[in-house]
């Protein structure tokens, strides 16, 4: 226990000296590390190439390699914030249709419908605003009393007479209109 004594304070001054003796510089980090946990140290060295993990935000390393994906708190903030969701499908939809369901003219509550059926392609001719009850007509047996509304509202939205994506007539009303679900394939 530390007494504060001359002598106490020249012991502890001679065991850092010691310790720094038995102390080697990381090959990555250039850290003093001490002997007893050198190679364990260089083995989990957040710059060795084989742990190297670049932050999303910033591009800088993680010293926490093993478990984080951002460098601070601040990167994470602005990684996966709210703000970010400039390009979420909801948005991009929203910004090029009007917020209001296409067939019965909902406005509280509106859904995205990914029309190709591709929930990574987020352009704004793949997306249509459908209240929850079209959408799921959309996604059941009931697709044919809806599916001449969404085609005519495509067509007058995107301004092209023969509105033909190249997919299959739907199989529920069989009245000949062209069904924007992709075929099937074998």
Request: glycine fraction near 6%.
């Amino acid at each position: 226990m530390y007494n504060g004594s001359k002598q106490h304070k020249e012991n502890l001054a001679k065991a850092r000296k010691l310790l720094r003796k038995l102390s080697k510089g990381c090959s990555f980090c250039n850290e003093p590390i001490h002997l007893a946990g050198f190679k364990q140290h260089e083995k989990w060295c957040y710059l060795n190439p084989v742990n190297l993990k670049l932050c999303l935000n910033c591009k800088k390393p993680i010293k926490r390699h093993r478990y984080a994906s951002t460098c601070s708190k601040k990167c994470s903030n602005y990684t996966f914030s709210r703000r970010r969701n400039l390009f979420s499908y909801r948005t991009i939809c929203f910004r090029a249709h009007k917020k209001e369901c296409c067939i019965c003219g909902e406005e509280n509550i509106v859904e995205v419908h990914h029309l190709d059926g591709d929930n990574k392609n987020n352009t704004p001719e793949n997306l249509i605003p459908l209240c929850p009850t079209h959408h799921q007509y959309w996604h059941s047996k009931f697709k044919h009393l809806i599916e001449k509304q969404v085609l005519e509202y495509i067509r007058n939205w995107s301004g092209i007479e023969d509105l033909n994506l190249g997919f299959p007539p739907s199989k529920g009303g069989g009245n000949g209109q062209t069904s924007l679900m992709p075929a099937k394939t074998k």
